[in-house]
């Protein structure tokens, strides 16, 4: 248990640490699109530049609730803290909705209701080299949020990506606005933010799955089954539950044993259905097993036993 808590430690540390180098890269990335956006008269800049903003907003999310995460259980969180990562990308969520709207409607009243300005030449500097930081964020966060196996990381180097792709429609709005085009600078800005309100509304799916406790991919339950059934002593799998808490899993399972056997051989089962399922399913947190006996009596027959077999479970393989 201690190495566990130093390995969760080192992994919040290393998740920690890159995301505050993407909040100061950000940070200056910015202010420089904003400043940008405003004197070279490009709405597309501008709107590029507050996406960004909503960058820093969710990296700082992210840093406070690995934070939180991090904490051990106690007397009022006997579960943990892990869901702090899920709440702050959901709360995160509904503000990159409402910024991305927000800069829609600027957009379409841009449009539609003012003179539209020629963006000056400075503005496609701002967006070609944004294109390449965000390209360089999105691969170092991806590549250590694969490395740590880490669901917020993974889809905070999304969130830049989104980025870069904002800053290509506004650099193409840019030029096409230089080149005799001006509507293209509001519509890119457009582009952007209905760019913005799709990550935000994934975001917002993903983060209210995880708080309603949505269970693990079918393919990985299957897999848990049948290396129970084939490494194990039980006789059947009766029914198996598994739901995401945060960056770790919760295993609920029901077993059934030979009947015959020992409470302490039952008990051995059990603490091996328990070591399998870890050694098949990463950042597992605790695994519940129940254990059932298997017998011929009228009240629980093989066919009962059979019908009540978890739908994970080949029936051919054990009976």
């Not at 945060?246 to 259905?273: F, L, R, W």
Request: positive net charge.
């Amino acid at each position: 248990m201690r190495n566990n808590v130093v390995d969760e430690n080192k992994r919040y540390k290393i998740a920690s640490r890159i995301t505050w180098i993407t909040i100061i890269l950000n940070l200056v990335l910015a202010i420089g699109k904003i400043i940008i956006g405003f004197i070279s008269n490009s709405s597309a800049i501008l709107a590029d530049g507050i996406h960004t903003v909503s960058d820093i907003g969710s990296s700082v999310g992210i840093v406070i609730g690995f934070f939180i995460a991090k904490k051990p259980e106690d007397e009022e969180h006997q579960y943990g803290h892990e869901k702090a990562e899920t709440i702050a990308a959901f709360l995160l969520s509904l503000m990159l909705i409402a910024v991305g709207v927000k800069m829609g409607i600027s957009s379409l009243k841009l449009m539609l209701c003012q003179t539209v300005k020629v963006p000056t030449v400075i503005a496609i500097w701002a967006a070609a080299i944004s294109i390449v930081i965000k390209e360089f964020q999105f691969r170092m966060v991806m590549n250590v949020g694969k490395k740590i196996d880490s669901k917020a990381l993974i889809a905070d180097a999304w969130h830049h990506r989104s980025d870069a792709l904002s800053s290509i429609a506004a650099l193409l709005g840019v030029v096409g606005a230089r080149m005799g085009y001006p509507l293209l600078d509001p519509l890119a800005g457009l582009v952007v933010s209905i760019i913005v309100v799709k990550v935000g509304v994934e975001f917002f799916i993903h983060g209210y799955n995880e708080l309603m406790d949505v269970s693990i991919e079918e393919s990985k339950l299957y897999e848990i089954s049948r290396n129970l059934m084939k490494n194990t002593d039980i006789r059947n799998i009766n029914d198996i539950k598994a739901r995401k808490h945060g960056s770790k899993v919760y295993v609920d399972i029901k077993v059934c044993v030979d009947p015959n056997i020992t409470v302490y051989m039952g008990h051995s089962i059990a603490e091996k259905v328990e070591e399998e399922v870890k050694r098949s399913l990463k950042n597992v947190k605790d695994v519940m097993v129940h254990v059932n006996p298997c017998s011929n009596h009228e009240e629980m027959n093989c066919l009962t036993c059979k019908n009540k077999t978890s739908k994970y479970v080949n029936k051919e393989n054990k009976g």
